[in-house]
C-alpha cells in the first residue's frame, strides 16, 4: 500500500470512528418526554384536529356581522404588522434555501491577466511578457458529521416558525379588529344613553324649578338637580373622546387614516351555537404561539447538534483547472491546460475552550428554550381558563343587570310619584328620585359594560384557541 493510500485510509477511518461516536448528532428534533407536559403535548398532536372545535372554525363563522367581516377583510389586507409578519416568511424561506444549497459545492471563476515590461539597452522596452489565465475553481465540504445537516433543519425550523408568528399575528389582527368593533359600538349605545339621560335631568330641573317656584322644594334641590345635569352632561365628552380614540384605534388596525367609522350602538357577539371545546391539550396544541415556541426549541436542539459537531474533523475536497499560459517561470504560446485537485481534514485539537463553551451555552439555552416552551403552554392554558370563566360568568351577570333595571325603572317611577303628589317631606323624597334615577343610570350603563365583556370573551376565547387560521 503506497504511502498516500495509507494517509487516506487513516482519514477515513478517524472520519469513521468519529461519526460512529456523534451519530446522535444526525437525529431530528423530538420533543422530550422529560415532563409529564410535554409528554401530555406529544399525544395531543398525534390525535386528530376536531373541525368543530372553537379554534378550528373559520373566523367568519364567528363573527357573522356583515360590517365586521368587511372590517376584519380591510385589516387581512392592509394592516402594516401582517404584511412584516408575511415578509418575515419570504426572509425565512431564502435562508432555508441558503442552507439547502450549501450542500452544493462553490465554483468560482477569476480570471485574471497581466503584462511586464523591460526597458533594454539603447531606450527600447520589451513588453513580450503577457500572461494570462483562466482558472475555475471548486470547493466542496462534504458533510461527514452533520454540520451542514443541522445548519439546513434550524433555517427550516425557522421557516416554520415564521408562519406560526404569521398565523398568530393574523388571530390578533381579527380579535383586534372584534375588540374594536364592539368596544366602539357599545361607546355608541352608552352616549345614547347619557344624552337621552341627559335631556330627561333637562326636564326634571325645569320641573324642579316649577315646583320649587310653588313652594314645594327647595333651592338647594334645584341646584343639586342642576349640578347633576352638568356631570351628565361632563360625561358626555369622555365618551366622545373615547369613542374617537378607538376609531383611531380602529383605523390604525385596518391601515386607514384616521377616521370616523359607522358602527350601529349596542352589537353584541355570542359563541356559535354548535362548538366544541376539544380536550384541552389538544386545543393548545393548536395555538400558534405555542408552535413557533416549539419550533424555537428545535432550533435550539439544532444549535447544540452544531456545537458537538464543531468538535469533529470537516473534510473539504478542492478542485483547481483552466487555460493559463503561464507555468512557472515558462511562459508558452499558446496556453495550457492545467488541473489541480486536493483534498483536506481539518481536526480541531486546541481552541482556548471555545467550542467547550459553545457547547456548555448551547446546552444551557436549549434548557431555556424547553422551560419557555412549558410555560408557554402553561400560559395557554390559562388564557383558555380566564376566557371561558369570563365568557359563563358575565353571561349570568347580565341577566341579573337585566332584572336590577327592571327593578330599577319602578323604583324611578315610584319615587317621581310620590315626589310630585308629596306635600311634606320633600326633602327626603328629592334624595330618594336623585338616588333612584342616579341608579338606574349606572345599572343600564353596567349592562351595557357587561354585553360588552360578554364580546371580549367570545373573542378572547376563540383566540386563546387558535383561532383565524386561513
Known sequence: MTISNKIASGILAAAFAAAASGCHIYQKFEMPDSSALTREYVEAKAADV????????PWQQVFTDPVLTDLINQALENNTDLKNAKLNIDVAHANMLGARLSYLPSVVLAPQGGNSATNLPGGSWNNKNWTYSIPLS?????????????SKRSAEAAF??????????????????????YTISTLNAQLQLQKQTAEIWAQSVETMKAVKEAGGTTEAAVVQSTAQYYSILASIKDLETSIEQANTTLSLLLGQMPQTWPIEPGLAVALPAEFNA?????????????????????IAYYT?????????????????????????????????????????????????????????????????????FEYTVMKAAGDVSNALTAYE???????????????????????ETLFTNSATNYNTTYLEVLTAQQNLLSTQMGILNCGLSRSQAVVNLYQSLGGGAE
Open 50 to 57: 376536531d373541525s368543530t372545535a372553537l379554534g378550528a372554525l
Open 278 to 298: 376539544g380536550v384541552p391539550m389538544v386545543a393548545l396544541a393548536n395555538r400558534p404561539d405555542v408552535r413557533a415556541q416549539e419550533r424555537q426549541l428545535a
Open 160 to 181: 416554520e416558525m415564521s408562519k406560526d408568528y404569521e398565523q398568530a399575528v393574523r388571530s390578533q389582527i381579527i380579535g383586534g379588529v372584534a375588540n374594536c368593533y
Open 138 to 150: 471548486v470547493s466542496w465540504e462534504i458533510d461527514v458529521f452533520g454540520k451542514t445537516l443541522n
Open 393 to 415: 360568568n358575565v353571561s349570568a351577570k347580565q341577566e341579573m343587570l337585566r332584572k336590577q333595571v327592571d327593578c330599577m325603572a319602578q323604583a324611578v317611577d315610584i319615587t
Open 304 to 372: 447544540t447538534n452544531s456545537a458537538r459537531a464543531a468538535f469533529y474533523p470537516s473534510l473539504s475536497i478542492s478542485a483547481n483547472g483552466g487555460f493559463t499560459n503561464s507555468l512557472g517561470n515558462m511562459i508558452f504560446n499558446p496556453g495550457k491546460w492545467f488541473v489541480n485537485l486536493a483534498g483536506q481534514l481539518t481536526a480541531p485539537l486546541f481552541s482556548r475552550g471555545q467550542n467547550i463553551a459553545r457547547l456548555k451555552a448551547s446546552k444551557a439555552q436549549q434548557e431555556q428554550a424547553l422551560n419557555t
